[in-house]
């Protein structure tokens, strides 16, 4: 009776692998046929993605090279306003010599 239960085991856990293989392989043709399908919209999906990311780097760029003018524009600004005292300063000292003489 022991060699029975012992084959009679051995039978189910044969028929159990016997099904796993059977359902596990029906579904790796169901999940290669739809990968098949699905690349093409993968694809449009990764390719929207590299785009959007080209557009923010583009757009950072560019609030970039605006920050940069401005900097620039201040700078020549205060340039300018920095040459305006020194002449300022030199003509005032001008008159102030020429007052001693």
Do not use: P, W
């Not at 009776?1 to 579904?27: C, H, P, R, S, W």
């Not at 993968?42 to 757009?59: A, C, H, W």
């Amino acid at each position: 009776m022991g060699d029975e239960i012992l084959l009679a085991i051995l039978g189910i856990i044969g028929g159990l692998i016997t099904f796993l293989q059977k359902v596990l392989y029906n579904e790796i043709k169901n999940v290669a046929k739809t990968t098949k399908e699905d690349n093409a919209d993968v694809y449009q999906i990764v390719v929207k993605l590299i785009e959007r990311f080209n557009k923010s780097d583009e757009r950072r760029e560019d609030i970039a090279d605006s920050h940069a003018e401005s900097q620039d524009r201040r700078f020549e600004k205060t340039t300018q306003a920095i040459t305006s005292i020194d002449k300022e300063i030199s003509y005032l000292k001008g008159r102030e010599d020429g007052k001693r003489n």
